[in-house]
């Protein structure tokens, strides 16, 4: 193991992030019937920590040539989930595993990655038109089986691995301007797809005082939180929302919010900088990568990452709506957890393959 050439700005950095969020999951939850989650996110922080260590160690190359095995078991796992996961919130997402719910999607999400990025790391520098169509399908089929969850959020974070495999891949300027009128076309079958609560997720982004208590009240409560917090922030294990419980699911999906109400403008300007700083050692790592794919999947990670983030505090803030994506390294979940320190630590693999002989 070579420690010594770890990324240890990029891990520190990653691990400030989730101890901030283990901080704030014990401050938003103190007194409810949630007080306790904090302490099962140290133990996922700590598995994220190992599975880190353990992906380090795994050479990229092998991960990339068994790539079509693992899509195939990501596959099988989705359709396993749909067959005998646990139902949840009438969605089928879970699989109980010694105690824990685990989220087969999150981890697809590392195994899309990595076969997006062999195809188009393999692939011509001008993509063909048959190429552009297999890495959708290849896309298609794991997002295709996540929307049966149904998990729309989760399904949607698999496109910008997709759009970013790609792009750099060689995606032609009218190539894209193709599949953006198709993706267009497509919205109206979208919305007819789309379950009633999903419906009313979106009616409540556009509108949502014409529902305070229903529909738009996720938004309203999170937006009047996020003023609340100020410059500075009301503290603390003090935020008025929050305290209240006003504020749905504080430690999850709106734990920026929650955040926000305690620590200010200037607490979330700095959490955001965090993250930017986070975003921006992983494409630099992305630059120094050995050789083409690895650039990609580290890339790949980069994506889906910047695309949480960007939802995530979107529709906290009303920008965006409700999509069920929480945000990474702070929301309160152990699936999201590991799976990202699982993709930094093959970011950390591919790092230390620039130092091998």
């Known amino acids: 193991m070579r420690f010594r050439d770890f990324d240890w700005l990029l891990i520190g950095v990653a691990l400030l992030i989730a101890v901030i969020g283990i901080a704030e999951i014990h401050s938003a939850t103190i007194g409810s019937k949630f007080a306790s989650v904090w302490v099962r996110q140290v133990y996922y922080l700590l598995a994220g920590v190992l599975l880190l260590v353990v992906m380090s160690q795994i050479d990229y190359k092998l991960i990339l040539e068994s790539s079509p095995w693992l899509y195939v078991i ?8 749909l067959v005998v996961g646990q139902a949840i919130f009438h969605s089928r997402r879970w699989i109980p595993v010694a105690g824990a719910h685990l989220q087969v999607s999150e981890f697809v999400k590392l195994v899309i990655i990595v076969v997006v990025a062999r195809f188009c790391g393999e692939a ?4 063909a038109w048959r190429d552009v169509l297999s890495v959708s399908a290849l896309v298609a089929v794991p997002a295709g089986l ?7 959020g989760t399904a949607l974070t698999y496109i910008p691995v997709a759009v970013v495999g790609l792009w750099l891949g060689g995606l032609r300027w ?16 979208a919305w007819h797809g789309l379950h009633p609560y999903q419906k009313a997720r979106l009616e409540g982004f556009m509108q949502p005082q014409s529902d305070p208590l229903g529909s738009g009240y ?4 999170s937006k009047i939180a996020v003023g609340a917090g100020g410059v500075w922030g009301q503290g603390m294990a003090q935020g008025s929302q929050t305290r209240g419980e006003f504020l749905p699911v504080p430690h999850t999906d709106f734990i920026f919010a929650a955040f926000s109400e305690e620590y200010g403008f200037v607490g979330a300007l700095v959490l955001l900088g965090l993250y930017l700083l986070l975003l921006m050692r992983l494409i630099q790592n992305a630059q120094l990568a050995p050789d083409r794919s690895a650039g990609m999947v ?5 994506a889906v990452l910047a695309f949480h983030v960007l939802v995530n505090v979107g529709m906290v803030v009303g920008l ?4 069920g994506i929480p945000l990474p390294l702070m929301s309160s979940g152990g699936s999201s957890l590991l799976f990202t320190f699982a993709a930094l630590g093959l ?10 002989n």
């Open 298 to 302: 580290v890339m790949g990670v980069v």
């Open 174 to 189: 009218r190539q894209l301007g193709w599949l953006t009128l198709a993706a267009a076309l497509m919205l109206p079958v």
């Open 124 to 127: 011509r520098l001008n993509l």
């Open 74 to 81: 990501s596959v099988a796992g989705l359709i396993g989930v």
């Open 218 to 221: 996720q938004v309203l409560q």
């Open 320 to 323: 965006m709506p409700v999509a």
């Open 347 to 356: 970011v950390m693999n591919i790092r230390m393959a620039r130092f091998v």
């Open 146 to 152: 996540v929307l049966l969850e149904p998990d729309l």
